[in-house]
């Protein structure tokens, strides 16, 4: 079992900046992947970015060159770094783990906001 939990989200104006936590119970290992998606009243999740235990990288198109992935300490959790937000970004943002058996893990979701 893998407990994940978020933080950081909130309310910003465009263009602004934020920068999600996700603290994970333990740390990542070989064949492990964390990553970040996102959700709209309506809509499905959809992928922001994940990384991998090797730290490989990968972004949906609408986030490339403005938002950028990271481990952290002890490579137990991630981070999202936000910048140039748009409005269209405003969604509740879940922290995902997917772990050697293929099993996924969620955080409970944190919510951005972003005002035109």
């Known amino acids: 079992q893998v407990q994940l939990v978020e933080s950081g989200g909130g309310l910003v104006q465009a263009g602004g900046s934020l920068r999600l936590s996700c603290a994970a119970s333990?740390?990542?290992?070989?064949?492990?992947?964390m990553g970040w998606y996102r959700q709209v009243p309506g809509k499905q999740r959809e992928l922001v970015a994940t990384i991998t235990s090797g730290g490989n990288t990968n972004y949906d198109d609408s986030v490339k060159g403005r938002f950028t992935i990271s481990r952290a300490n002890a490579e137990k959790g991630v981070y999202l770094q936000m910048n140039s937000l748009k409005s269209e970004d405003t969604a509740v943002y879940y922290c995902?783990?997917?772990?050697?058996?293929?099993?996924?893990?969620w955080g409970q979701g944190a919510q951005v906001t972003v005002s035109s």
């Open positions: 995902n783990f997917v772990d050697w058996a293929l099993k996924d893990y």
């Open positions: 333990r740390s990542i290992f070989r064949g492990e992947v």
